[in-house]
């Protein structure tokens, strides 16, 4: 699998990040073709203490050309606009291949 993920940083204005966030981009990246699963984390610290990082964001292809042609639709599209209105200066964009395995049935997903 492919993984698309957005990490955003803790924003100035949280209230205002998760109205555009949930509200709007969140159903937007849904209606992605190809989407297979969407994963979400809250960050809640680091070992040392708080984190200027605020959200994980993964969304799942099963490989690279359909990733691609993800971002390539019209919602792909609008979503990397819609992006650059409210968090542009605090979100990074990572691909990534993603292995997982299930410890305890011993099998790699």
Not at 20 to 37: D, K, M, S, T
Not at 85 to 103: C, K, M, Q, R, W
């Amino acid at each position: 699998m492919i993984k698309l993920t957005f990490v955003f940083r803790r924003p100035k204005h949280i209230a205002d990040f998760e109205e555009h966030w949930a509200n709007e981009f969140v159903p937007l990246v849904e209606q992605l073709p190809g989407l297979c699963r969407v994963s979400v984390a809250v960050v809640i610290g680091e070992p040392s203490g708080p984190s200027n990082f605020y959200k994980l964001h993964e969304l799942y292809f099963s490989d690279r050309a359909a990733l691609d042609a993800a971002l390539a639709s019209a919602q792909g599209v609008q979503a990397e606009q819609l992006l650059k209105t409210f968090a542009a200066d605090i979100t990074t964009l990572l691909f990534s291949e993603h292995f997982e395995e299930d410890v305890r049935a011993g099998t790699t997903v």
